[in-house]
């Protein structure tokens, strides 16, 4: 060994060590419940009809099945990520993958609606476990910079995807066995990451975490719920005034919450996390980014089914061709990056072939699928491109006890920009159709497509015939609408990064 001594003025600096087989295949064990928790955004899409026959649901019920898991999922991420820091982001996944396979199995065999919105509950805490612990052990097992942004962009196209594979999975499980299937393909991933996991896995946590601030919990809380409920029903009933009272209210908690976290001695979101490593930055546009994809996917797939008039099921995998282009953008980002393009314009390209994926919806007629297709594809790589660097700037420049902490404030932030999404331009769709359908058409076929498509279904030929067409053209038209409002966000999102992030200095985004 080399004798080392006083006279020494410093040490030379570490290398990064390099991740060997373990890691990698540590990786792919971590993508399973990853993968999974995004498919349940989607897994019931085709289920509901076989659920609403044997459970009988009110359709308030209904609604709850659907959206508790969601919701559960927004309101915990900061709560569990923090927590993961504390006690261990090993010993918090597994605990949470045991919580979430018990639960496919209680949703599996529910024998009421109530108990089927428990399970979904149940779910949502297990996914708010799962998902910054899977991050912050991936920014844990990766120290060397470029074989992180190989990893997060793994991470990113996989959590991307998920949403897109639940509809088709669900689609085809129902259609072969019954509805409960649909959970019970958690189980052996679930089973495979509690048997790996600790094998594979190392253990990570804070050394020096502080008190755990309990009253942070219910005011994080009561600030994400009421915003994440008033914008993803939005879209579908309108700014009634209850969904404004239920944004407000959060806002006004979010505030609590924010002044909570300055004044705390050991706060749940630790203030300096925002001040440094163009992690606020990261934070916002990764918003924004997420706000474009979720706005038009609500598009997308109602144009599949009700301008196309394809069935669910093949809509489903149609929206699945798009997917397949996901693969190459992150891994294509990170090679520019890693060849010494700046970073701020990587991402502002990412933002602007996202903006020409809303640009081509704005050409597209009511028998445009493989132009609606292109879009989509277009969009989505450029989304995850954003995202994959994004994700690496934030968490590389964090410090590895916060990682948890940080990976949830990414994904939160990315919450609220869906629901975001969903709401403004959802709602920017809904108007051009109401204006562009004609003033004689019943009151139901000017509110919505679909209940264009139940009227016209009721009346006899040419005149039903008539009234679809024009249902269609008219959204078609609103999507025309979203698209212009989409390509001009983020254009301007692509002009805002790359002056925000050309100013952050060189190794800002470097651990």
Request: aromatic share 6%.
């Amino acid at each position: 060994m080399t004798n080392r001594t006083s006279a020494t003025p410093t040490t030379p600096p570490t290398s990064p060590l390099r991740a060997g087989r373990r890691e990698w295949t540590a990786l792919g064990v971590l993508m399973l419940p990853l993968l999974l928790v995004s498919m349940d955004v989607s897994v019931l899409y085709f289920a509901t009809p076989a659920i609403s026959a044997d459970l009988h649901p009110s359709g308030t019920q209904q609604l709850w099945i659907f959206d508790i898991y969601g919701f559960v999922l927004a309101g915990l991420l900061m709560t569990m990520g923090s927590l993961g820091d504390r006690v261990g982001r090993r010993k918090l996944l597994l605990l949470g993958a045991a919580a979430f396979g018990a639960a496919s199995l209680l949703a599996a065999y529910a024998n009421s609606a109530e108990t089927l919105i428990a399970a979904r509950a149940i779910l949502g805490i297990g996914g708010a476990t799962l998902m910054p612990s899977t991050m912050a052990l991936v920014r844990t097992m990766f120290t060397d910079p470029a074989e992180r942004a190989k990893a997060i962009g793994v991470w990113s196209g996989v959590m991307t995807g998920g949403v897109a594979l639940g509809s088709v999975m669900s689609g085809v499980l129902v259609e072969h066995f019954w509805w409960g299937s649909v959970f019970l393909v958690n189980l052996p991933a679930m089973a495979l990451l509690l048997i790996l996991g600790p094998v594979l896995l190392p253990e990570s946590k804070n050394p020096e975490p502080g008190r755990f601030d309990r009253a942070s919990v219910p005011l994080s809380m009561a600030a994400v719920l009421p915003v994440v409920y008033g914008l993803k029903e939005i879209p579908s009933e309108g700014w009634h005034p209850v969904y404004v009272v239920s944004i407000t209210v959060g806002l006004l908690f979010a505030a609590l919450f924010v002044h909570r976290q300055r004044t705390a001695g050991s706060p749940l979101i630790p203030p300096a996390l925002l001040r440094g490593h163009g992690f606020t930055p990261a934070l916002v546009l990764n918003l924004v980014s997420a706000f474009g994809m979720m706005g038009s996917a609500i598009f997308t797939t109602q144009y599949l089914q009700s301008v196309l008039g394809k069935s669910p099921l093949s809509a489903a995998l149609w929206s699945l061709l798009p997917s397949v282009f996901i693969g190459v953008a992150a891994p294509l980002t990170t090679q520019l990056v890693q060849r010494g393009v700046n970073r701020a314009y990587v991402v502002a390209g990412g933002f602007a072939v996202a903006a020409a994926g809303y640009a081509l919806l704005a050409f597209t007629g009511t028998d445009s699928l493989w132009l609606v297709l292109a879009a989509a594809g277009v969009l989505a790589c450029g989304v995850v491109a954003i995202m994959s660097q994004l994700t690496d700037m934030a968490m590389g420049g964090t410090p590895v006890e916060r990682a948890g902490t940080a990976s949830s404030l990414m994904e939160t932030s990315a919450e609220f920009g869906g629901a975001l999404g969903m709401a403004v331009l959802g709602s920017i769709g809904t108007a051009v159709y109401r204006h562009e359908m004609p003033a004689t058409a019943p009151a139901e076929a000017r509110e919505t497509l679909g209940g264009a498509l139940a009227t016209a279904a009721r009346l006899p030929g040419r005149t039903g015939e008539t009234l679809l067409t024009t249902a269609r053209e008219s959204f078609t038209g609103g999507m025309h609408g979203v698209a212009v409002a989409g390509a001009v966000t983020l254009a301007l999102a692509a002009a805002g990064a790359a002056v925000t992030l050309r100013r952050l200095p060189a190794g800002e985004s470097e651990s």
